[in-house]
Structure formats: C-alpha cells, structure tokens
C-alpha cells in the first residue's frame, strides 16, 4: 500500500534467506506530510513533519490571553497557513495539547489554561480537514519525543519528562510505552496543590503547582521586581517593552541579580518538591525538563535537583539524574507528528 500510494519505492533486492529474496523498500521522506501542534505555550506552534519525522517548516501564532473559541480560532489558522505551504498532499494531523484528552475520541476532557472543557478538537479538525487527526496531551507525547529522539542516555526503558512552561505536566514512559493512567490525567502535576492557601489557579483550587511555578508564576513575580526596582536590568526591560519575557528573567538571572535568583530558585524548588513524589511511585532514574521555563538554565535545574534530592528517599535519589532536555526541536511537534505517523502508517519513527 505504501508503494501504490507513493509513500514508499523499491530499492533492490535483500539476501535471501533460502526462498526468494526480499524486496527492499525505502521511504520516500517528503511523499506526505504530517502537520504537528504544540498548543502548550503562550504561542502555538505547528509545523510540517515529513515521514521521517523532520521538521521541513515550522510557524508559530501568540495566543496571548486568548481561550476557548478564541483559542480555538488560532488552532485553525495555523492549519490553514501549513497547509498553504505544504509541498504535497497531507497524510494527517497529530495534535500535542495541554489538559486531559480521551485519546481514543480526540476529546479535550479539560485543558485548564485554554478553558476548553469537553471539545472534540479531533472530530472538529477531521471534519474541517478531511484527513485522520490524533490529539494527545503534550506532555505525554513530548515524552515519546524524548524517548525515541533523545539520544543514548535515554536507552533505559522508564523515563519521566516534565514540560514547564505556561502548564506544567509529566510524560510517563514506563517499559517502552507511554503510560496513560486509567482516566487519560497520568503526569497531570500542575495542578497538585503545594501551598496551603496560595494564590487561586484558573482550575479553582489555591495553590497549585502552577501558581508558583509556571511561566505565568515567573514571569508575574519578575513584573512585580522590576515595578519595585526600576534601575534594576529587569526595570529597564520592562520599562522598554511594557512586558517581560522569560529571556529577561534570564539574563537578569545571568547578570547575578540576586532578587531575580530567588524567584527562579523558589520556582525551581517548588517543582523539585512534586518531583520528589514521583521518584517514590515510579523509582524512575531519569527524569528530563523541557518547555520555555528551561531558558533559566542551571540555577533552576539545580534548585530542582537539591529539593527533589532533599525530599525523597536517599536510597532512591541518589540514583536519579535529573537534566534538561537536548535541544533537537519541538519535542510537543516532534511526539505528535510520531504519534500520528505510527496510528496511520504503522512506522516506528526513530529507533
Ligand atoms: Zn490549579
């Protein structure tokens, strides 16, 4: 099927093994493509992947406060500019969003950020498009990114990456295979709740992991530092542009800003108290950081690693790495684009 359609084209005969010998078949990279979403940050990102799983162009849309229809409206234009540009025809669409998705429907349960509860972003994009859609949480399939792309060190079959960025969730990779949980919420940690009447969070509670420790979380206590100091580098930033990005935060943090050291360090020790828990269910040793708060670089993992380190058992921690992830792409683009490649193809990308 893969010849007829194009997808594939014989190369020449294999060794025989005793009876005929086998045909063998390439793939032809760039036959179809493949859009990929990443609606986890405070911009969208789609991209056209070929059947290798490379990335061949990749924009992205702010969404600033955007949500719901609103949200949604931008999800849409960005298809509609891939799909513009695409060279050929479209094999499908793997989208990787926030929130907790019934992966078997493409239904958006509930994406806390975006305020989309119970949208069927799968059957809308379907119909709209005309071609097979695989929605997926994007932790989750940023972790099969990491997992088949990552390289050597990821050769061991458990691993935990954690996207920090606008959200915070966890991709669980157990024995090989991305682990779900019974209601589709595994890695769900952004809202844990880690400080007793803490600020309200957009899910209701106080004091989720994301009030503290989310790109919005930074980014608010850095607006209010630069407000009180406005001499200071993050000042003059914020005065220039009227908003502050988390490449402010970390340049203030690389200038030896001790004001902006301590909330990235609080932010960094806030996760590190949610990734202690983890280490004790999964006694997982590795453990990857991805999305945009990873621009805080080594001051933040290291706040992370001492509180993760200081809050679980010695026995366990001791064996754990905790880093940031390569930077080979888009992992949410990259995890997406595979997921649908293996749902339509049957192709085990990478590995
Ligand atoms: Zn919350």
Not at 65 to 74: E, Y
Not at 115 to 130: A, I, K, S, T, V
Not at 320 to 328: G, K, N, Q
């Amino acid at each position: 099927v893969l010849i007829d359609d194009g997808m594939a084209q014989e190369v020449g005969r294999g060794p025989s093994s005793g009876g005929k010998a086998p045909i063998l078949v390439s793939i032809v990279d760039d036959a179809r493509h493949v859009i990929g979403l990443d609606l986890g940050e405070g911009a969208f990102v789609g991209a056209l992947v070929n059947l290798r799983g490379e990335v061949r162009r990749s924009i992205e849309l702010p969404v600033d406060d955007r949500d719901g229809p609103g949200a949604l409206d931008i999800v849409y234009r960005l298809v509609d500019e891939l799909i513009e540009e695409a060279p050929g025809p479209l094999l499908g669409i793997g989208v990787g969003t926030p929130g907790v998705i019934d992966t078997r429907t493409g239904t958006i349960r509930w994406a806390v950020n975006l305020d989309w509860q119970d949208l069927p972003l799968g059957r809308l994009l379907g119909e709209r498009y005309g071609v097979p859609v695989n929605v997926a949480n994007d932790s989750q399939a940023a972790a099969l990114a990491e997992y088949t792309f990552g390289g050597d060190a990821s050769r061991r079959p458990n691993l935990v990456a954690i996207k920090v960025g606008r959200g915070i969730g966890a991709g669980v990779v157990l024995g090989g295979e991305l682990f779900h949980g019974d209601g589709f919420g595994a890695g769900e940690i952004g809202h844990t709740v880690v400080e007793v009447d803490g600020a309200e969070c957009m899910c209701g509670r106080f004091g989720c992991l994301e009030t503290v420790a989310s790109s919005r979380a930074i980014l608010q206590r850095a607006t209010e530092l630069a407000r009180e100091h406005p001499q200071s580098m993050l000042g003059a930033r914020l005065g220039a542009r009227g908003e502050l990005r988390l490449q402010d935060v970390a340049a203030s943090l690389n200038s030896g800003d001790e004001n902006t050291r301590r909330i990235v360090v609080s932010a960094g020790r806030y996760l590190g108290q949610v990734v202690a828990g983890l280490i004790g269910v999964l006694d997982v040793e590795r453990i990857v950081l991805h999305g945009s708060v990873a621009v805080l670089g080594e001051p933040w993992l290291e706040a992370v690693r001492d509180e993760a380190g200081r809050r679980s058992l010695g026995l366990l921690a001791k064996d754990v790495s905790i880093e940031l992830a390569a930077p080979i792409g888009d992992l949410v683009v990259m995890g997406a684009s595979a997921l649908l490649l293996t749902a339509e193809l049957g192709l085990a990308v990478g590995r």
